[in-house]
């Protein structure tokens, strides 16, 4: 089975500066799908971003970017000019391109990271 | 708003009784996925449905089963529920079997006592 690592349980930024959220995760396919979810304390889990594996250029979405590292199995997410509204658990997430009987195209999360943004 | 509606939004039973949990994908979504989310086990895969076929089966328990109704709605059954059980239960769905992201749904809140 896949595993996800988030190495960070906290972070802590001040409002307008850039943080980064690391993220590994451990398969042996070589096309797939990552995926970065917020949570904020409503519990709703909210789509940050995706990123297919097959594809070289790093995921954008406004403020928020990922660095894509295939070989070394590294997925981290960079938040730039940070906002109160930013401050949630992030998740990161995998997610096999192909069907498998064992899992399906189930998410693998993370255990998590508390974001904390200072003002 | 996701689109993804999960009732209700709190539920709190005692040991040993059955409850469910019921999801609406959004409009024109095939697929249904259930996860739960614990402080120990953090967030879990259960099960996923696919135009009323289930699809792929996570670490779901056997007294817990799920199915996917014509109109593609979907329910979770938690039955002989045991403390361990309290956890925020969430439906996601996505547009076809797997290719597409997921969105989820606010999820149920259940609380065994």
């Known amino acids: 089975a896949q595993t996800v690592t988030q190495s960070q349980p906290e972070m802590s930024v001040q409002e307008a500066e850039t943080v980064t959220l690391s993220c590994t995760y451990d398969?042996?396919?070589?096309?797939?799908?990552l995926f970065w979810y917020k949570q904020p304390p409503s519990r709703q889990m909210i789509l940050v971003i995706r990123?297919?594996?097959?594809?070289?250029q790093n995921a954008t979405e406004n403020r928020f970017s990922v660095n894509f590292q295939k070989a070394a199995k590294s997925f981290s997410l960079k938040i730039s000019d940070s906002q109160l509204g930013d401050a949630a658990m992030y998740f990161c997430?995998?997610?096999?391109?192909?069907?498998?009987?064992?899992?399906?195209?189930?998410?693998?999360f993370g255990k998590g990271t508390s974001l904390l943004v200072t003002p | 708003d996701s689109g993804v509606t999960q009732t209700p939004k709190h539920l709190i039973t005692a040991t040993g009784q059955r409850v469910t949990l019921r999801c609406s994908p959004r409009?024109?979504?095939?697929?249904v996925y259930w996860y739960q989310q614990s402080l120990d086990q953090g967030l879990q895969f259960l099960i996923q449905?696919?135009?009323?076929?289930?699809?792929a089966k996570g670490n779901i328990l056997e007294r817990f089963s799920a199915q996917q109704f014509p109109d593609l709605h979907s329910e979770l059954n938690l039955s002989s529920l045991e403390l361990g059980d309290s956890a925020l239960y969430f439906c996601?769905?996505?547009?076809?079997?797997?290719?597409?992201?997921?969105?989820f749904g606010p999820g149920t809140r259940l609380t065994v006592l």
């Open positions: 997430a995998y997610r096999s391109r192909y069907h498998n009987s064992n899992s399906g195209y189930a998410l693998n």
């Open positions: 409009s024109g979504d095939l697929s």
């Open positions: 449905y696919y135009n009323g076929e289930e699809r």
């Open positions: 398969t042996s396919e070589s096309d797939y799908y």
């Open positions: 996601a769905s996505s547009e076809r079997d797997g290719l597409y992201e997921q969105y």
């Open positions: 990123q297919e594996a097959y594809k070289q």
